[in-house]
């Protein structure tokens, strides 16, 4: 993820460490719980609580935050953050048997400081690994072993880079299958001034209306009202374009076919104790 903007002068913040390693800092947040803190050399930050593996800050070299997370978020487990970036692992929204999204977003997440090397290798100078391994109880709810490795990176242009490695442990050899997402919150400033490129023409099932198939029609998706679909096959560039604050989100991924796009709009959001206010959008692929 990336933005392109006309930056206003901001000042940068700063927090304390408790532990420090070449590439993050190991500090405490909210109720005691674990943050890992990112900083790149030209002053981009990204903030990544242990619990869920959720990012919850992302903040351009101008000290600008560039996700929602709900002034009314509750960081205590086994509630999951409400904004960032929660994981949606081993499915998403209701399509399975476990609880809505999963339960990768509320088990805590432990730092990875050996994992296996990339294909490819990222010049990125703050990043952090993670993994979660089921637990006994976890294994009871959803039968298969595995090992989820996420890596948090910031990029040379302070891009936000999330990879996913995930790898069936099961000792029988026997597969699974899971479906999975970023759910990532973004921060906007009013969403009716917000439209999303790249889904134009593309077929999506509404979550709204019993998950009917329709096609979109308009040459952008712009918001008058609640949004909450399922976008399918959608291509590998998406774009946020918030005019009010003149930035643009660009979206780039890989592996990842679908994109849903939710907003929940004010009755929605005040029926949530923890959502706070609706100048956010959600995209998760
Ligand atoms: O409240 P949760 O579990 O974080 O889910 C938030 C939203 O997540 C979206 O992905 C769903 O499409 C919505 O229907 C849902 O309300």
């Known amino acids: 993820m990336s933005t392109e903007k006309i930056p206003p002068p901001a000042s940068s913040s700063s927090s304390s460490s408790s532990t420090t390693s070449s590439h993050y800092e190991v500090s405490k947040g909210f109720n005691g719980l674990d943050k890992v803190l990112l900083r790149d050399a030209r002053g981009s930050f990204a903030e990544v609580y242990l619990y869920g593996a959720h990012v919850t800050s992302w903040k351009n070299d101008q000290a600008e935050e560039l996700l929602f997370l709900s002034s009314k978020a509750i960081f205590k487990p086994p509630k999951a953050i409400r904004g960032g970036i929660p994981i949606c692992f081993p499915q998403f929204a209701s399509f399975g048997t476990l609880d809505t999204h999963g339960f990768a977003r509320n088990r805590f997440w432990t730092i990875d400081d050996n994992p296996p090397p990339f294909p490819t290798n990222t010049s990125s100078k703050a990043f952090v690994d993670l993994i979660l391994k089921p637990s006994e109880d976890d294994i009871k709810i959803w039968p298969h072993s595995f090992e989820f490795r996420l890596r948090v990176a910031l990029g040379p242009g302070g891009e936000l880079m999330l990879t996913s ?18 759910h990532t919150y973004f921060s906007v400033s009013d969403i009716s001034e917000v439209r999303v490129e790249g889904l134009e023409t593309l077929d999506y099932l509404d979550k709204l209306q019993e998950k009917k198939r329709f096609t979109e029609q308009g040459d952008a998706l712009t918001f008058e009202s609640e949004v909450d679909r399922i976008y399918l096959s959608t291509p590998t560039k998406i774009a946020i374009l918030d005019h009010e604050k003149k930035r643009t989100f660009v979206l780039r991924k890989d592996g990842l076919p679908d994109c849903v796009v939710w907003n929940p709009w004010d009755k929605k959001a005040k029926a949530m104790s923890d959502f706070g206010k609706t100048r956010t959008i959600n995209c998760s692929f």
């Open 165 to 182: 490695r995930i790898r069936n442990t099961n000792t029988d050899g026997k597969p699974f299958s899971f479906t999975f997402a970023y």
